[in-house]
């Protein structure tokens, strides 16, 4: 079994709170919890995320990665299964 790494920065712990905020404004049927998880998970395993941006995206570009890594994250490993990958992920070079 592989440990799932959660490790963010200040800055990216604010960003992340942020957007758990607004996701929960736009479906308060997400877990807080779960969905701050899910997130730094993804940030910090296998998915860089540029955090700002997914922020300030369009409600619907914001809700496709949201759900998107909500349902396609593997809680044992911290990746994204299923070739999901969030419109605001990282490209190559910024990784």
Do not use: W
């Not at 758990?20 to 736009?26: F, G, I, L, P």
């Not at 296998?46 to 619907?60: E, F, H, Q, V, W």
């Amino acid at each position: 079994m592989q440990n799932i790494k959660y490790t963010t920065t200040e800055d990216d712990a604010e960003l992340i709170a942020a957007i758990v905020n607004r996701a929960v404004q736009e479906d308060s049927r997400l877990d807080r919890t779960n969905l701050m998880m899910d997130l730094s998970a993804t940030n910090a395993n296998d998915c860089g995320l540029r955090l700002a941006d997914l922020l300030a995206a369009s409600d619907y570009d914001f809700l496709h990665d949201i759900y998107g890594i909500y349902r396609h994250i593997n809680r044992e490993t911290g990746k994204l299964d299923g070739c999901f990958r969030p419109r605001y992920s990282k490209k190559e070079e910024e990784i």
